[in-house]
């Protein structure tokens, strides 16, 4: 049987009880957010948390659109929210479907992130969204469009766009904007096919290929991934790396949601589940919840990938913010990830 967030409650299980589960889920936020709890009086229902959600709104930076541009000239737009927290600040970055962009992000789920404490960033991938732009060496542009893109863009997405990511969240780092040895990845459908494969890509030390110079951190950044109605394989891009890795394997912190309407997409998720389960180490129900490192949650739907975050009622958000803060923050390992000024080799 797999184990879900209702390891939080280890009599639950997960295939039988998936509204169980998510009720602990939202009930464990509640613990860990009581002001959001008791922002009401019982006379006006919702009106101090009306007014407690604007205020803290407005307290927050601004998004920003940001331009980069990828080692092979894609020209790349992204959003990013700054978190409240400063050097405490935990990078989420969070990436689209094939033929969605980072809008699927942006109208909610980045700012409600935001608002609870985390640095946020949403890219356009190579030909999604505003990112269809490439300067060619003769000084012509080409356009690139997610529907023709050629097998080998998308694992340039990992190497290209996913690395200008990194890069751009490196200077954050080092301005004291967030921790970068905290970062986390959400990928919804092909995003997470992304996600799974830069956590390799990063375990192994990207373009250096050694997670570490001398003294020197380069790599092994990621330390959680959230799988939004994952695949064992997308347009050439496997999860056959990211397993045979053990750091991606073993150590980094997997949510994998999904809708248990629709049985394909379902079926998938599960692969992708037992196959990191094998070498994880059993939970035990004697131990604290935060020492669990994957989790499955089904969802009573058929909706799948980001439009997940569309439906109020299933609390996608509140689930991944609860990992968040579980494998981030409150657990063991996590206090040791420390925020450092970045240095790369040769600087």
């Given at each position: ?61 601004r ?13 790349l737009?992204?959003?990013?929210y ?20 980072r ?26 969204g ?12 080409e356009?690139?469009?997610a ?6 863009q ?36 092909m ?20 997670s ?9 950044f990621?330390?959680a ?33 999904v ?13 992708v ?5 094998r ?18 949650t089904?969802?009573e ?5 980001a ?26 390992a996590?206090?040791t ?11």
């Amino acid at each position: 049987m797999c184990k879900t967030m209702s390891q939080l409650d280890p009599r639950l299980n997960d295939w039988e009880s998936p509204r169980l589960a998510i009720l602990f889920a939202v009930l464990f936020l509640c613990g860990a957010f009581p002001s959001r709890l008791f922002a009401a009086d019982d006379n006006k229902p919702g009106q101090k948390a009306a007014v407690s959600a604007k205020a803290v709104e407005a307290e927050l930076p601004r998004p920003e659109d940001i331009a980069m541009q990828t080692a092979d000239n894609v020209q790349l737009t992204a959003t990013y929210y700054r978190g409240g927290k400063g050097k405490e600040s935990i990078p989420v970055v969070l990436l689209h479907g094939w033929k969605h962009d980072r809008t699927d992000y942006t109208k909610y789920f980045a700012p409600y992130l935001q608002s609870k404490g985390f640095a946020v960033i949403v890219p356009d991938l190579r030909g999604h969204g505003d990112s269809k732009r490439l300067k060619t060496l003769h000084g012509k542009d080409e356009t690139l469009d997610a529907i023709t893109l050629a097998p080998n863009q998308f694992n340039l997405m990992v190497t290209q766009d996913m690395k200008a990511v990194k890069d751009f969240l490196w200077e954050k780092n080092n301005a004291g904007e967030l921790n970068l040895d905290k970062l986390c990845v959400v990928g919804a459908e092909m995003g997470a096919s992304i996600a799974l494969e830069f956590a390799w890509y990063d375990a192994m030390g990207y373009d250096q290929g050694a997670s570490e110079y001398g003294s020197l951190k380069l790599g092994r950044f990621v330390k959680a991934l959230v799988l939004i109605s994952p695949e064992t394989a997308f347009k050439g891009i496997s999860i056959r790396h990211a397993v045979q890795n053990p750091a991606v394997r073993n150590d980094i912190s997997v949510l994998i949601l999904v809708g248990n309407g629709d049985n394909k997409a379902l079926s998938e998720a599960k692969r992708v589940y037992s196959v990191f389960e094998r070498d994880r180490a059993k939970p035990d129900p004697e131990k604290k919840a935060d020492q669990q490192t994957l989790f499955f949650t089904p969802l009573e739907t058929k909706l799948q990938g980001a439009n997940l975050l569309t439906d109020k009622n299933l609390k996608v958000e509140e689930i991944i913010t609860v990992f968040l803060n579980l494998r981030l923050v409150k657990s063991d390992a996590a206090k040791t990830w420390f925020w450092k000024e970045r240095k790369l080799p040769h600087q």
